[in-house]
C-alpha cells in the first residue's frame, strides 16, 4: 500500500480539538481530499490562541477544505448528505447525544452511503460509560498517568495530549484495515478514547501491578519503577543547558565514567547496586555534568557511545542539523505568515507530498464543494442566504 493510497478520495472529518482532526491530518499525508465539516462557530482551536488559530488547528488542519453546515437544519443536513454520497471515509469524535440529536450515526450515514468506511473516535467504547464524554486529561486521570506525574506533590497532566493522537492514529489503523479488507459494505470502525489511554500506558499499568506485588512480599519499595534509574533523566551543565541521559546498562554506566572520569567504584557498577544506593549514584552524575559546558559534554560522551539529547525548548526543536536536513519540514501558510511544519515521518519508494500548505478560513470552501456535489448556482446562494451553510468572509 502506497503512502498516496488514498490519492483524490474524499474524507469528511467532523469534530474538534485533537482526535478527529488529527485522523484527518494523517489522512490527508495518504493523499485524501480531506472536507473539514464546521458549525457556523467554527472549531473551537481556531480561536486558541488569543482568539486566533493556535498550533493545533495550524498543524493538524492545514490542507484541508473547510465546509460550514447547519446540521440542524433540514437544508443543512441534505447537503451533509449529499456530501457522505460522495465521499469514501468519515471520521468523528462527536459526542454520542449529539451523534443521536444530528442524524450522524453510522446506521444513519450508511442508509445514504452502504459502503462508506464510517470512524467514530469515541470517549469511551462500549459499556457503562459508554454515553458519557470524556477528554485526554481525564484519561490521563483515570488510567493511572496522572498519578505518576506529580509536579510539586499534585498529579499533573502530562502536557501534550498523546492519548488523541493515539486514538487518531488508531483510527487510521482501522481506517486502512477497512479499506484493505474485501467485506467493505457498512464498515463501522470505532477506538475509545479511554481504552486507548489503557492500552498505551500498559507499560505502566503493568509495572504498577509489579511494584504492588513486590511491596507485599517485601523486595522492593511501593514506588520502585520499571525506569526508575540513576543516570536515567536531566541534569543541568556549568553554562546553564539541560542534557537528557539515557543508561539503561551496566555498559552504559561504564561508558559514562569512563567518558568523564568518574571512578564509582564496585557497589555501582551493577544496576542492582545502583538502585540500592541511588542517591549516591545520583550525586556523582548531577556533579560530574555540572563541572563541564554543555557541548564539552556532548563531545565527551559522544566519542564513547553514550546516548544523550540537549533538552530543547519546542520553539527552537526545528533549528538543529537533523532537523533541517532536506525533507524534515514543509512551509505552512496562515494568511499572511508561515510556518514550519515537521513533515510526515514515513516513506516509501515514492516522493512524498506533503498536503496543501493551507490553513483554511472558515467555509472558505463551502461554495467550491457545493459545485462539486452539483447543486446550480441559484441553489448554492439560496442555501447561503437561507442559513443553511456558511460561505466565509
Same mark, same amino acid.
Given at each position: 500500500?502506497? @503512502?498516496?493510497? @488514498?490519492?483524490?478520495?474524499?474524507?469528511?472529518?467532523?469534530?474538534?480539538?485533537?482526535?478527529?482532526?488529527?485522523?484527518?491530518?494523517?489522512?490527508?499525508?495518504?493523499?485524501?481530499?480531506?472536507?473539514?465539516?464546521?458549525?457556523?462557530?467554527?472549531?473551537?482551536?481556531?480561536?486558541?490562541?488569543?482568539?486566533?488559530?493556535?498550533?493545533?488547528?495550524?498543524?493538524?488542519?492545514?490542507?484541508?477544505?473547510?465546509? #460550514?453546515?447547519?446540521?440542524?437544519?433540514?437544508?443543512?443536513?441534505?447537503?451533509?448528505?449529499?456530501?457522505?454520497?460522495?465521499?469514501?471515509? @468519515?471520521?468523528?469524535?462527536?459526542? $454520542?447525544?449529539?451523534?443521536?440529536?444530528?442524524?450522524?450515526?453510522?446506521?444513519? #450515514?450508511?442508509?445514504?452511503?452502504?459502503?462508506?468506511?464510517?470512524?467514530?473516535?469515541?470517549?469511551?467504547?462500549?459499556?457503562?460509560?459508554?454515553?458519557?464524554?470524556?477528554?485526554?486529561?481525564?484519561?490521563?486521570?483515570?488510567?493511572?498517568?496522572?498519578?505518576?506525574?506529580?509536579?510539586?506533590?499534585? $498529579?499533573?497532566?502530562?502536557?501534550? %495530549?498523546?492519548?488523541?493522537?493515539?486514538?487518531?492514529?488508531?483510527?487510521?489503523?482501522?481506517?486502512? /484495515?477497512?479499506?484493505?479488507?474485501?467485506?467493505?459494505?457498512?464498515?463501522?470502525?470505532?477506538?475509545?478514547?479511554?481504552?486507548?489511554?489503557?492500552?498505551?500506558?500498559?507499560?505502566?499499568?503493568?509495572?504498577?501491578?509489579?511494584?504492588?506485588?513486590?511491596?507485599? %512480599?517485601?523486595?522492593?519499595?511501593?514506588?520502585?519503577?520499571?525506569?526508575?534509574?540513576?543516570?536515567?533523566? %536531566?541534569?543541568?551543565?556549568?553554562?546553564?543547558?539541560?542534557?537528557?541521559?539515557?543508561?539503561?546498562?551496566?555498559?552504559?554506566? %561504564?561508558?559514562? #565514567?569512563?567518558?568523564?572520569?568518574?571512578?564509582?567504584?564496585?557497589?555501582?557498577?551493577?544496576?542492582?547496586?545502583?538502585?540500592?544506593?541511588?542517591?549516591?549514584?545520583?550525586?556523582?552524575?548531577?556533579?560530574?555534568?555540572?563541572?563541564?559546558?554543555?557541548?564539552?559534554?556532548?563531545?565527551?560522551?559522544?566519542?564513547?557511545? #553514550? /546516548?544523550?539529547?540537549?533538552?530543547?525548548?519546542?520553539?527552537?526543536?526545528?533549528?538543529?542539523?537533523?532537523?533541517?536536513?532536506?525533507?524534515?519540514?514543509?512551509?505552512?501558510?496562515?494568511?499572511?505568515?508561515?510556518?514550519?511544519?515537521?513533515?510526515?515521518?514515513?516513506?516509501?519508494?515514492? $516522493?512524498?507530498?506533503?498536503?496543501?500548505?493551507?490553513?483554511?478560513?472558515?467555509?472558505?470552501?463551502?461554495?467550491?464543494?457545493?459545485?462539486?456535489?452539483?447543486?446550480?448556482?441559484?441553489?448554492?446562494?439560496?442555501?447561503?442566504?437561507?442559513?443553511?451553510?456558511?460561505?466565509?468572509?
Amino acid at each position: 500500500m502506497s @503512502l498516496r493510497c @488514498l490519492e483524490g478520495q474524499r474524507v469528511l472529518e467532523l469534530g474538534s480539538y485533537i482526535a478527529s482532526p488529527y485522523a484527518g491530518h494523517l489522512l490527508s499525508h495518504l493523499g485524501a481530499d480531506v472536507v473539514k465539516i464546521e458549525p457556523f462557530s467554527g472549531d473551537p482551536t481556531r480561536a486558541l490562541f488569543h482568539g486566533s488559530p493556535g498550533g493545533t488547528f495550524i498543524a493538524f488542519s492545514h490542507g484541508k477544505r473547510s465546509i #460550514c453546515i447547519d446540521l440542524r437544519s433540514s437544508e443543512g443536513h441534505a447537503v451533509f448528505e449529499r456530501l457522505v454520497a460522495s465521499a469514501v471515509i @468519515l471520521v468523528h469524535n462527536l459526542a $454520542p447525544e449529539t451523534v443521536r440529536k444530528l442524524r450522524l450515526s453510522h446506521e444513519d #450515514c450508511h442508509g445514504i452511503h452502504p459502503e462508506l468506511i464510517y470512524c467514530h473516535i469515541a470517549g469511551y467504547g462500549p459499556g457503562p460509560l459508554e454515553n458519557e464524554k470524556i477528554t485526554n486529561p481525564l484519561v490521563e486521570a483515570a488510567t493511572g498517568i496522572m498519578a505518576e506525574h506529580k509536579v510539586e506533590g499534585r $498529579p499533573t497532566r502530562l502536557g501534550p %495530549s498523546y492519548f488523541d493522537l493515539f486514538a487518531g492514529s488508531n483510527a487510521v489503523i482501522g481506517i486502512l /484495515s477497512a479499506l484493505a479488507s474485501t467485506r467493505r459494505a457498512g464498515r463501522h470502525v470505532e477506538v475509545g478514547l479511554y481504552e486507548t489511554g489503557l492500552h498505551v500506558s500498559s507499560k505502566e499499568i503493568i509495572g504498577g501491578q509489579l511494584s504492588a506485588r513486590a511491596a507485599q %512480599s517485601n523486595r522492593l519499595g511501593s514506588s520502585a519503577h520499571e525506569f526508575a534509574l540513576p543516570g536515567y533523566g %536531566s541534569y543541568r551543565t556549568r553554562d546553564g543547558r539541560w542534557i537528557h541521559l539515557l543508561m539503561l546498562s551496566d555498559s552504559h554506566w %561504564s561508558d559514562f #565514567c569512563g567518558a568523564l572520569g568518574i571512578v564509582s567504584g564496585p557497589e555501582l557498577s551493577t544496576l542492582k547496586g545502583r538502585q540500592a544506593h541511588r542517591a549516591h549514584a545520583e550525586i556523582l552524575v548531577t556533579k560530574a555534568i555540572a563541572e563541564h559546558d554543555f557541548d564539552d559534554v556532548a563531545g565527551r560522551l559522544r566519542k564513547t557511545g #553514550c /546516548s544523550f539529547s540537549e533538552v530543547i525548548a519546542s520553539a527552537n526543536a526545528l533549528d538543529t542539523e537533523q532537523a533541517r536536513h532536506h525533507g524534515k519540514t514543509y512551509r505552512v501558510r496562515i494568511e499572511d505568515d508561515q510556518y514550519a511544519m515537521p513533515a510526515f515521518p514515513i516513506r516509501d519508494d515514492l $516522493p512524498a507530498v506533503p498536503p496543501r500548505g493551507e490553513v483554511p478560513r472558515l467555509g472558505q470552501h463551502t461554495m467550491e464543494l457545493l459545485e462539486s456535489l452539483d447543486y446550480a448556482p441559484a441553489e448554492q446562494h439560496s442555501l447561503v442566504s437561507s442559513g443553511a451553510v456558511f460561505a466565509g468572509t
